[in-house]
């Protein structure tokens, strides 16, 4: 974009950023590998011998860790220099039995880089040895989009093509869901110049890759000053507006609610609330532990907090605020079913504010296991213990999925 493409502070004007954002669309689709193909991979499967598998990164120890509990062995796709958690630290050691006495992960696939994995030849290994893979956010970040969809034939456990959705700023990305569904998001700011209250600005950063470089402005001025600020200091491109997207801040907590939905399920409800986490992010917390006078005094120095996820806690939310949660599970799902055939399967969740009323607002949709589940592994979550009496995190409910799809030979409802 050229110089008459912007305004008379440098940002690219918002006309022009939809005609980009349409231009790319049309470029972005090629055909998804074909059902049939990812099944007659499965029916090569001895399913007695089944194993997990996931790329090492995100929430692969929670997987890893409710596989063996559901009496799974593992595989865990490493990338060299990243490998020593996986191969080292969690490597398992099984007695002559075969059960499980330390460790989660069996076997490690070593490869250069995390976005080999859709590579024919690790492909083979991964099938050769019986894998039902459970993808991750890292798994698609890494590898991409349409290479997960149009390259991977090994069986993915959970909605393949819903993963797109996750890809901000495609045609039917999660906000279209959510508009879709009734689904309570905060107000899209459509250009700088509109903004008249605090807003958050969402974008790639520039050095860290899979990670955005959030800001905040109450107007236009803050705005183009924190901007270019970031813009100085390499946090963020002097393009970023094609690709950023500004809303309304929700003033309130923030809860990532842990879903599940089954297909498998007959008797009880298919959504269960398994859990809720939330996050530490980097450096707002500890930018949020300064007097408000330090605060200001970074800021008029030029120091923004980044919102960069660093770990989770767990959380419980009070019981009025439990219906709403499954409402909103209950609206995602029906959706996903309507416009992403065939809908959400297993782990899911949607990440929200709740603001001083009581009302959630969704601000973010994972499609697969999130990315705060770890925190609940080996202990479970609160409401999935008291659903299933007994440790139940999201790792172990989505391998007790895949067991009871192999034992009622249902596994071709839970794989895509």
């Known amino acids: 974009m050229g110089s008459s493409d912007r305004n008379e502070n440098g940002f690219v004007k918002v006309d022009q950023i939809k005609d980009y954002n349409t231009a790319k669309l049309s470029e972005i689709r090629s055909k998804m590998i074909d059902r049939d193909e990812v099944l007659t991979v499965l029916d090569g499967y001895d399913l007695k011998k089944a194993k997990i598998g996931a790329v090492a990164s995100h929430s692969a120890l929670d997987t890893f860790d409710g596989a063996v509990s559901e009496g799974f062995r593992t595989v865990a796709v490493c990338q060299k220099g990243r490998e020593k958690t996986f191969a080292d630290y969690f490597r398992a050691q099984r007695d002559n039995s075969g059960n499980a006495v330390r460790g989660v ?3 490690a696939v070593l490869i250069d880089k995390f976005k080999e994995t859709v590579l024919p030849s690790v492909q083979d290994q991964l099938t050769n040895n019986n894998v039902l893979f459970v993808p991750n956010r890292s798994f698609v970040s890494y590898c991409g989009i349409d290479a997960v969809e149009d390259k991977f034939k090994v069986p993915l456990v959970g909605s393949r093509n819903l993963l ?3 890809e901000r700023g495609d045609e039917k990305d999660y906000y279209w869901i ?6 309570p998001f905060p107000k899209k700011v459509e250009k700088p110049e509109d903004i008249d209250s605090l807003t958050i600005i969402k974008v790639h950063h520039k050095v860290k890759k899979l990670e955005r470089g959030f800001f905040t402005a109450k107007d236009y ?4 000053e924190k901007s270019t600020e970031l813009i100085k200091q390499g946090v963020i491109e002097k393009d970023f507006l094609k690709e950023a997207r500004m809303e309304q801040y929700i003033i309130g907590p923030v809860f990532n609610l842990d879903f599940f939905r089954s297909p498998l399920e007959e008797k009880g409800e298919q959504l269960e609330l398994l859990g809720v986490d939330w996050r530490f992010e980097t450096s707002l ?9 330090q605060q200001v005094e970074l800021e008029e120095d030029g120091v923004i907090p980044e919102y960069t996820v660093c770990g989770h806690n767990s959380a419980t939310l009070r019981e009025s605020l439990l219906e709403a949660a499954f ?3 209950e609206k995602y799902i029906e959706a996903t079913k ?10 899911f969740c949607l990440q929200t504010c709740v603001d001083k009323d009581l009302n959630f607002y969704i601000y973010d949709v994972a499609p ?4 705060g589940t770890n925190v609940h592994m080996s202990v479970g979550h609160p409401y999935g213990n008291a659903l299933w009496r007994k440790e139940m995190s999201t790792g172990r409910r989505l391998s007790m999925e895949i067991r009871r799809a192999i034992e009622q030979e249902r596994i071709d409802e839970i794989i895509t």
């Open 338 to 347: 309507k416009h992403y055939d065939p809908g959400v399967i297993g782990p």
């Open 221 to 224: 001025d803050q705005f183009v």
């Open 327 to 329: 409402e909103m599970g």
């Open 164 to 166: 797109r959705s996750e």
């Open 178 to 183: 959510l508009e879709k569904a009734g689904l």
């Open 105 to 107: 992960v069996d076997e």
């Open 368 to 371: 697969r296991i999130g990315g």
């Open 285 to 293: 917390d500890g930018y949020c532990r300064l007097p408000g006078k």
